[in-house]
């Protein structure tokens, strides 16, 4: 993208602070931010650019150090989903329940997971090895690790689950949002 997508603005606000909202919406109790410094929510990254799943592994030990591991589920979602709403939030939600995880049908994010001592040491163990992102290490393997339980996307349009990772994908958003506001 070359600048941080966390700042880019749709309708009046930032993607931060519309995952922010997002996840307040949905009643989410604690609510972290990976790696982001200056926000009350801000775990630090302890390995740097390790992306979500060194992430998830700070907000972990976040946990631990604070004797808080107890099988609490995660809602992960990352900050450029702009069309992630309440209702595709709380389908996870309810699919959790007996599961370690679980995710939309050949998606990654958004996913649910349990804040697990397992989780942890599977992570844990996969840095002290490298801290090469891919392969292992990545959302994928960590969604394989937990047995994630895919669920079906039901009626929601792939259209919700896309992300920003190119000026081009912005553009487009944008312009969706002014269609959008016009009728």
């Known amino acids: 993208m070359g600048e941080d997508k966390a700042y880019l603005e749709i309708s009046g606000q930032s993607l931060l602070q519309a995952g922010l909202k997002l996840l307040e919406e949905i009643g989410s109790e604690l609510i972290f931010l ?6 009350p929510q801000s775990v630090a990254d302890i390995l740097e650019r390790c992306g979500p ?3 998830l592994y700070a907000c972990l030990e976040y946990l631990a150090a604070r004797g808080k591991l107890d099988d609490l589920p995660l809602l992960i979602i990352p ?8 209702e595709i939030l709380r389908v996870l939600l309810l699919h959790i ?3 370690e995880g679980c995710h939309f049908e050949g998606e990654i ?3 649910v997971l349990r804040a697990s001592k397992k989780l942890r040491n599977y992570l844990k163990h996969l840095f002290q090895e490298s801290h090469q992102l891919g392969g292992k290490r990545s959302m994928r393997a960590v969604l394989e690790f937990c047995n994630s339980k895919q669920v079906s996307k039901g009626l929601f ?3 919700f689950f896309r992300n920003i990772n190119t000026p081009e994908d912005y ?3 944008l312009l969706d949002d002014t269609v959008n506001q016009q009728e």
């Open 79 to 86: 900050v450029d989903m702009p069309k992630l709403n309440p």
């Open 34 to 39: 990976s790696g982001r410094e200056g926000y």
């Open 157 to 159: 349009k792939d259209d």
């Open 109 to 111: 994010f958004p996913c």
């Open 97 to 99: 329940r007996d599961q």
């Open 171 to 173: 553009k487009k958003v």
């Open 53 to 55: 799943p060194g992430g």
